[in-house]
T-cell receptor, first 112, second 112 residues
Framework: NAGVTQTPKFRILKIGQSMTLQCTQDMNHNYMYWYRQDPGMGLKLIYYSVGAGITDKGEVPNGYNVSRSTTEDFPLRLELAAPSQTSVYFC???????????FGEGSRLTVL | EDQVTQSPEALRLQEGESSSLNCSYTVSGLRGLFWYRQDPGKGPEFLFTLYSAGEEKEKERLKATLTKKESFLHITAPKPEDSATYLCAVPRTQGGSEKLVFGKGTKLTVNP
């Protein structure tokens, strides 16, 4: 049982480039989330989804976009990368009935 | 605004030296408090959920307790493998959906 899988684990981007962080879960969870974690700042919610076809903004959505075409996949798109988007990104999922989040191992992104 | 504050930011213990981590929260109508453990380079891993004041939960050397304003994570006779960052989180309802708000974490180091 793989749980939540994120790719890539590491990526370096140049300012202005675009990329997509992939997230897949095999637990049939309805809820999926994207967080970013900066040193000393805790986890900040970027976007979330309560089911296929439904997404909404979190605390820090600017510069990002998401889609949820299937229950399993929740990709995060970065358009026109900026140095402020240098961070570690975590995807997470949960069922409808519990608050327990299952996290992926993270994607470390550096924008130079 | 709902807030989650963890203290201390960092804690160094000798192996076998018991201590406690604190998580205080300001949220109306608490619907659970969650503790997670995060190892370096990994995603957070769920430890406990507490729902009501007076509730306690234990796992190996860890015991989590909850009052009306704060939660404690007690670590009894810690070992070096308990070294990690410990995060607490509370759910907040926004836009009809429930999301977890995380504290910044306490980085625990246990020296042999």
């Amino acid at each position: 049982n793989a749980g939540v899988t994120q790719t890539p684990k590491f990526r370096i981007l140049k300012i202005g480039q675009s990329m997509t962080l992939q997230c897949t879960q095999d637990m049939n969870h309805n809820y999926m989330y994207w967080y970013r974690q900066d040193p000393g700042m805790g986890l900040k919610l970027i976007y979330y989804s309560v089911g296929a076809g439904i997404t909404d903004k979190g605390e820090v959505p600017n510069g990002y976009n998401v889609s949820r075409s299937t229950t399993e996949d929740f990709p995060l798109r970065l358009e026109l990368a900026a140095p402020s988007q240098t961070s570690v990104y975590f995807c997470a999922s949960r069922t409808l009935n519990t608050g327990e989040l299952f996290f992926g191992e993270g994607s470390r992104l550096t924008v130079l | 605004e709902d807030q989650v504050t963890q203290s201390p930011e960092a804690l160094r213990l000798q192996e076998g030296e018991s201590s406690s981590l604190n998580c205080s929260y300001t949220v109306s109508g608490l619907r659970g408090l969650f503790w997670y453990r995060q190892d370096p380079g990994k995603g957070p891993e769920f430890l406990f959920t507490l729902y009501s004041a007076g509730e306690e939960k234990e796992k190996e050397r860890l015991k989590a307790t909850l009052t009306k304003k704060e939660s404690f994570l007690h670590i009894t006779a810690p070992k070096p493998e308990d070294s990690a960052t410990y995060l607490c989180a509370v759910p907040r309802t926004q836009g009809g959906s429930e999301k977890l708000v995380f504290g910044k974490g306490t980085k625990l180091t246990v020296n042999p």
